[in-house]
């Protein structure tokens, strides 16, 4: 039967379920019998996968293993309170690629498990196979609780991946080691797990046994420990024995490795390298940790591109036409992408160029570096820096280590299996450092031109080529990207979409794609641009338009569902449906109340996820000449609010304040929303009129936002961010935004239709900010 493209899960507790196994298990979490009872309704089919840790009582997708088997619940029994047993037969192994949400169970997208290619002789599958077989006979014989139809099955079995999967569900072994055994590429990997295991399990029983004959009787309390320790120094020396004797490995192997290094053309040195490794390989026993690691380590190297490379298509047209049908809107970025290009094609021997597309989540950089990616014909593959604080995790581990393995870019590549292709490197302004060393350090030289032709994985050991690499960034702020990283590359800014943009984006795109991804046709689904535009005023708070797409996408998979019931066969919705389908209205329309207040300033500030309108409230008091800052800020912004301060006692006479305020007077000046943490000297002009209009009790006009440094002498100083600000204040109603006259070319840049909405007002001294802001001056 083929897979559904997505399937409630639930998951496992300290075990795991092969194809064609029948298990028993009990379910008793809430969420596992929701999953439990809706596929119950359905088709029966279930995705059974191992969680992580044994105590998560709620394993989200992350703590679950990532591949699973599908199975069917062939019989549920009630039994005491809330608890059911469930009968469930293994139908496929699948491997879980995401989630589509985890409420009221988790449901998951799954794709097949596709085995991967292994080259081996007919005689070495056979050998492997029929090895496995005598051992778990062995295994059998002294392992308790063994059943006779279990043993039936191992002998009768002929296929390799029905033999390795039924010795691994009824091998007594630890649900990791389990694990491991599902998720290895193909049968043959999983028989050789298998036969080191029961390698081992046979010795432990045989010495346990041995042990206990000898200790009987005499065994005390605190002889405990001792027999503990004999029995571990048993098993090591068994072991270590186990290394010397018995079966190296096949000749058809070392054979086969040796002629790929050999035709990979590697210089001379590194083929020296990789054929020593191979000798040591075939003087080692095969099942042997350390033969697994050296088998691993060549594996890794073979796999590596080292000569594919994808031809790149170099027509600027054809660049352009993928862009368009890719995004909408986005011109300057478009253009900017394509001038980049233009030169790549003029000037191809110019290498180590890299893009950094910054803006706030959700505007499209990470999907237009896909498209970049479509329009050059070239291999894709992403690595995630946010929050990689490990310089290994850039350049890997030294091979020696347990479970060592290549760094991310390393991986990224491989996983391209093209040596020019694109790596996007995700969030590289979350990029940390700490003790285990500075991973931007590493991705410098991943970077840098002169060095990254031979680029050294210290799991490698030998320098791979990343010069034909085109790497593109993406971050959320530029000014937190380390700056030796910042120099290096091309910094292209995305910003927030504005709502009218945001509904033609929904039309043109997004719409279309949740649609496909549902299976839904224009016959069968409709939506018109008023609920779009209530969904983007309602239900969705963002610079960019990922809860958007996320709230299309929970309509869509509404819709398909009461197609699939058979309800309906087309859905038809309006705004006036959203509330039943997403349920009441999560924003409030940001309305700007109607009264000129005394000591209230709407300010504009500039944070990660884009701009922000930001109250500032300034109170005055009789006292003794305090002043109070509040709402969680910065040293700068405090710095710049004493600055304000300093100028308004310097002109206090000409603002009709009375010269001694200061020192009879206690002002407070409050940024709401203190959970936030502000920083930045933009709000100077902002403090600085709300505190002039609290000491002379004239209100300040409420239609109108500002930003601006402040000097002492109330010059208005330039700032940044003016593009985001301006949506912000868009956004909210305001209709004069006062701006440092030193901005006044980046006015340019602001959105046409934020430019028509707002009057725009440039200042280059407190003067000019008062005049306009004061409320009937
Ligand atoms: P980011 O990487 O900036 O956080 P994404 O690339 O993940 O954002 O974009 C989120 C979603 O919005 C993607 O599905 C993307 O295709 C879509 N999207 C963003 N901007 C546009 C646009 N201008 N035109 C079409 N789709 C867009």
């Not at 206990?212 to 405990?224: E, M, P, T, V, Y």
């Not at 930003?707 to 961010?721: A, K, N, W």
Request: aromatic letters at 4%; one cysteine or more; hydrophobic letters at 40%.
């Amino acid at each position: 039967m083929e897979l559904p493209p997505m399937i409630p899960l639930l998951p496992l507790r300290g075990m795991t379920v092969f194809p064609h196994m029948v298990v028993h298990f009990d379910v008793g979490r809430e969420k596992s019998v929701k999953a439990l009872e809706a596929v119950m309704k359905g088709d029966r089919r279930i995705l059974l996968a191992a969680q992580r840790d044994l105590r998560d009582d709620e394993p989200g997708i992350d703590q679950i293993y990532s591949v699973g088997t599908v199975a069917v619940i062939r019989q549920v029994l009630k039994i005491s309170g809330d608890s059911i047993r469930v009968m469930a037969e293994g139908q496929e192994r699948v491997r879980i690629t995401g989630q589509v949400s985890d409420s009221p169970f988790l449901l998951a997208t799954i794709e097949p498990f596709i085995p991967t290619k292994r080259r081996l002789s007919a005689v070495r599958g056979e050998a492997l196979v029929r090895s496995a077989v005598e051992l778990f006979n062995d295994y059998a014989s002294i392992a308790p609780k063994m059943s006779d139809e279990v043993l039936f099955n191992v002998n009768s079995e002929k296929s390799p991946e029905a033999l390795a999967d039924t010795m691994a569900q009824n091998l007594a072994v630890s649900f990791e080691q389990q694990q491991e055994i599902l998720e290895a590429g193909n049968a043959y990997s999983r028989l050789e797990l298998l036969i080191g295991l029961i390698t081992h399990e046979i010795d432990v029983l045989n010495i346990e046994r041995e042990i206990q004959g000898k200790l009987r009787g005499q065994l005390s309390k605190n002889q405990r420990d001792y027999y503990l320790r004999e029995q571990l120094k048993t098993i090591q020396e068994e072991l270590n024995e186990g290394d010397e004797t018995g079966g190296s490995v096949d000749d058809n192997d070392i054979d086969y490795y040796r002629q790929a290094i050999v035709k990979l053309e590697f210089a001379q040195d590194i083929e020296e390298k990789l054929m020593k490794e191979t000798h040591r390989l075939a003087q080692m026993h095969f099942s042997s940790p350390e033969a697994a690691v050296i088998r691993t380590y060549l594996d890794t190297v073979l796999e590596l591109p080292w000569r594919e490379r994808t031809d790149d298509r170099l027509s600027i047209k054809a660049a352009e036409r993928v862009l368009n049908t890719d995004h909408y809107g986005l011109d300057k970025v478009k253009e900017r992408i394509l001038e980049f290009l233009a030169v790549k094609q003029l000037a191809p021997e110019l290498k180590g160029q890299i893009l950094c597309l910054v803006g706030p989540p959700g505007v499209g950089k990470t999907s237009v570096g896909g498209s970049i990616a479509r329009a050059l014909n070239r291999k894709l593959s992403r690595i995630s820096l946010g929050g990689v604080r490990d310089e290994a995790d850039i350049r890997g581990h030294r091979k020696t280590y347990i479970g060592a393995m290549p760094g991310r870019v390393i991986q990224g590549v491989k996983q391209a299996g093209s040596g020019n292709c694109i790596l996007l490197l995700d969030e590289i302004d979350k990029l940390g450092a700490d003790y285990r060393g500075d991973p931007s350090a590493a991705l410098l030289e991943v970077l840098d031109p002169e060095q990254n032709h031979a680029f050294r994985d210290h799991y490698l050991e030998i320098p791979f080529d990343l010069s034909d690499v085109l790497f593109i960034a993406t971050a959320n702020r530029a000014d937190t990207i380390p700056r030796a990283l910042l120099d290096r590359m091309e910094v292209i800014e995305l910003t927030s979409y504005t709502d009218e943009e945001k509904l033609h984006i929904a039309k043109r795109h997004l719409l279309g794609k949740q649609m496909g991804r549902h299976g839904l046709d224009k016959t069968q689904f409709k939506v018109n641009d008023g609920l779009l535009r209530e969904l983007i005023a309602g239900y969705t708070k963002e610079s960019g338009v990922r809860q958007l797409e996320r709230q299309l996408a929970t309509l869509c998979r509404k819709a398909a569902k009461r197609i699939a019931d058979g309800d309906v066969t087309a859905v038809k919705l309006t705004a006036a449906d959203l509330p039943t389908l997403l349920g009441p209205r999560k924003y409030k329309p940001e309305r700007l109340p109607g009264k000129n207040e005394v000591g209230v300033v709407n300010g504009l500030a500039w944070t990660s996820v884009g701009g922000e309108l930001l109250e500032v409230e300034a109170g005055v008091v009789d006292g003794s000449g305090k002043v109070e800052l509040t709402g969680n800020l910065g040293a700068v912004m405090k710095e710049s609010a004493r600055a304000a301060l300093t100028y308004i006692r310097s002109r206090a006479d000409s603002l009709s304040i009375a010269p001694d305020f200061y020192t009879k007077k206690d002002i407070h000046v409050h940024f709401p929303e203190g959970a936030v943490p502000k920083d930045g000297p933009s709000a100077g002009i902002t403090a600085a009129v709300a505190m002039i209009s609290a000491l002379t009790g004239r209100a300040v006009r409420r239609d109108l936002a500002m930003t601006g440094e402040i000097s002492l002498r109330g010059r208005v100083l330039p700032i940044g961010g003016l593009k985001e600000k301006t949506m912000a204040a868009y956004r909210a109603g305001v209709r004069t935004v006062i701006s440092p006259a030193d901005n006044e070319s980046d006015l340019a840049e602001i959105d046409p239709t934020v430019r028509a909405a707002l009057q725009f007002v440039t200042a280059d001294h407190m003067d000019d900010v008062l005049r306009v802001a004061l409320a009937g001056a």
